[in-house]
């Protein structure tokens, strides 16, 4: 079994940046790829980005200037920097990652508790 742990969330004023991290433990032989989702409101939960092994970013194309994915591999974590936030990124944000528990296994995905992200003055 994976756990996700998720961290970073919290109040900011618009302008703002956060960073979130979404922590990987557990039975743990290799990831896939890593993403992140948010959903806001009364709203479907929506893609924001995702960061495949060994391949390039990708990031919504609204959030493109603002929003950076990256990972830690020696940490098992991987990052979502926001910047310039605003009030329509409030939300509650998801990771999302893929996980080969041992060598020769199917990748399994796994969801994060959910942070929540609230940019308001």
């Known amino acids: 079994q994976v756990q996700l742990e998720e961290s970073g969330g919290g109040l900011v004023q618009p302008g703002g940046s956060l960073r979130l991290a979404c922590a990987a433990s557990?039975?743990?032989?290799?990831?896939?790829?890593m993403r992140w989702y948010r959903q806001a409101l009364g709203k479907q939960r929506e893609f924001v980005a995702s960061l495949p092994a060994g391949g390039s970013p990708i990031i919504y194309d609204s959030l493109k200037d603002r929003f950076t994915i990256s990972r830690d591999n020696a940490k098992n974590t991987v990052y979502l920097q926001m910047n310039s936030l605003k009030p329509e990124d409030t939300a509650i944000y998801y990771c999302n990652v893929g996980v080969q528990e041992r060598a020769g296994d199917w990748f399994r995905e796994y969801w994060g508790q959910g942070t929540q992200v609230t940019v308001s003055s």
């Open positions: 557990g039975t743990i032989f290799s990831f896939g790829t």
